[in-house]
């Protein structure tokens, strides 16, 4: 069975860090690109970054450059989202996403597009607040 697990959410002050951990089991974890998306209430899901095992330098949205870091553990087959200076506005679920990256890789200029992932978790929140 494919599984994408989702944690590290919480509650936290603005300005405040949090990291986010997906564990992945059931596919070649070191095949896939990985990605994070989140979607606050009412709002549409919106890709935040990717890192894919073909190489290449990892993507990141404009909204979370500077901030947030992408980075892999293939010996855990675990992806993780570091984010610092956290804002009210990232309050949202976040989610961890798979791809095929050979099919990653012919949207590589574009990669944050939620139909380019094949496998998805089931999010983990978090909250910004004072």
């Known amino acids: 069975e494919v599984q994408l697990v989702e944690s590290g959410g919480g509650l936290v002050q603005p300005g405040g860090s949090l990291r986010l951990s997906c564990a992945a089991s059931g596919f070649k974890f070191d095949d896939y690109a990985m990605a994070w998306f989140r979607q606050a209430p009412g709002q549409e899901r919106k890709g935040l970054s990717c890192i894919s095992p073909l190489g290449g330098s990892p993507y990141y949205a404009h909204s979370v450059k500077g901030r947030f870091t992408i980075a892999s553990d293939n010996a855990n087959s675990a992806v993780t989202l570091q984010m610092n200076d956290l804002k009210p506005e990232d309050t949202a679920v976040y989610y961890c996403?798979?791809?095929?990256?050979?099919?990653?890789?012919?949207?590589?200029?574009?990669?944050?597009?939620?139909?380019?992932?094949?496998?998805w978790g089931q999010g983990t929140q978090v909250t910004v607040s004072s």
């Open positions: 996403a798979a791809a095929d990256p050979i099919y990653y890789s012919d949207y590589a200029t574009e990669p944050l597009q939620s139909f380019v992932y094949d496998y």
